[in-house]
């Protein structure tokens, strides 16, 4: 039996027009994304959010800095920013160049302001299980499951991916909503023995093809995070065979991909909140 599909644009449809009544209300919302360097896939990414923030009536400002940038002279831009009474949200696009220690921009964002949640202090806050702005991946993916009527609790559920954008918040979510969650990675010793026990799989590895078809457990459900530009276009970390096992399972693309942007654009109106004295920020 083929899996149900689980689609992200109809649920982010219906995020993005309730932030658009959010910020209609709000008034103006300042977000502003700092892209350095010209990463093709960061300006594909660029693009999309400021489309959504745009259409959602954010004043989104699209901030573009060469790649020859200095580490200071950006950290210089992101302290204007954080004093800037006009910017609510802000976004700087990953990856760095090379040159700049990533780590030293994301801590120098103001924790409320930083609407990716990457900030030591968001993450912080996450792990300590009192979520102040998440990573936006993690919270779409937790969004779908519970459109979906994915009970979590008890269930296990296998994170294939321990990064700090994805796959560690993910595993706290999970955790939170009483999952029995294990973390796998790179150095994980058989990893079908992991994926088939999982009740819920979540994937973000970004190695196309990496759990195949037999390393689903059979009726379990999928979220496939992974996008791998390939010769055969985007595709996920999970082979789609998976669908004849799967009972759900999101779609690459269409299905993780635009609750990412809708549930960004929550966290910006979240910031807004923050800054208005709204909503109390923990920090
Ligand atoms: P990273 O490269 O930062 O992390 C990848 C993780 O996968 C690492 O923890 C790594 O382990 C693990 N991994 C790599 N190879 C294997 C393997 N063979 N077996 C088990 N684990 C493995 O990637 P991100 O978390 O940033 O992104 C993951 C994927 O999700 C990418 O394809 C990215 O494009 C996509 N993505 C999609 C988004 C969306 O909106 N749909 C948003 C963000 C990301 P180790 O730590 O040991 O190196």
Redesign the pocket.
């Known amino acids: 039996m083929a899996a149900t599909l689980m689609r992200g644009k109809p649920l982010a449809d219906r995020i993005r027009a309730r932030v658009a009544d959010e910020v209609a209300a709000i008034g103006h919302i300042g977000l502003v994304t700092v892209l350095v360097g010209d990463d093709p896939?960061s300006e594909v990414y660029i693009r999309l959010k400021h489309k959504a923030a745009t259409e959602a009536g954010f004043e989104a400002v699209d901030l573009r800095l060469s790649a020859e940038t200095t580490e200071e002279a950006l950290l210089t831009r992101v302290a204007e920013l954080n004093a800037s009474d006009d910017v609510d949200a802000i976004l700087v696009q990953l990856p760095l160049p090379g040159h700049i220690d990533e780590e030293k921009v994301i801590r120098a964002v103001t924790p409320a302001k930083d609407v990716d949640g990457f900030h030591p202090l968001n993450a912080g806050e996450l792990y300590l299980g009192r979520p102040a702005l998440v990573p936006?991946?993690p919270r779409?993916v937790m969004a779908l499951l519970e459109k979906h009527g994915v009970h979590l609790e008890g269930a296990p559920a296998v994170m294939?991916?321990?990064?700090?954008?994805?796959?560690k918040p993910m595993a706290h979510l999970l955790l939170q909503a009483n999952a029995t969650v294990t973390i796998?990675?790179?150095?994980?010793r058989n990893?079908a023995e992991h994926t088939l026990a999982a009740e819920v799989l979540i994937?973000?590895?970004?190695?196309a093809g990496?759990v195949s078809a037999e390393m689903v457990r059979e009726g379990g459900i999928v979220v496939d995070?992974?996008?791998?530009r390939t010769d055969d276009g985007l595709v996920?970390?999970v082979d789609p065979a998976a669908l004849e096992r799967a009972s759900l399972m999101t779609p690459?693309?269409g299905?993780?991909?635009?609750?990412?942007?809708a549930c960004l654009l929550e966290n910006a109106v979240r910031c807004a909140r923050y800054r208005r004295k709204e909503l109390d920020y923990p920090g």
Do not use: E, F, Q
């Open positions: 896939a936006a991946t779409g294939v991916g321990r990064s700090d954008i994805v796959g796998c990675h790179s150095r994980t990893l994937v973000a590895a970004g190695r990496l995070v992974g996008m791998n996920g970390d690459v693309p299905g993780v991909g635009p609750m990412t942007i």
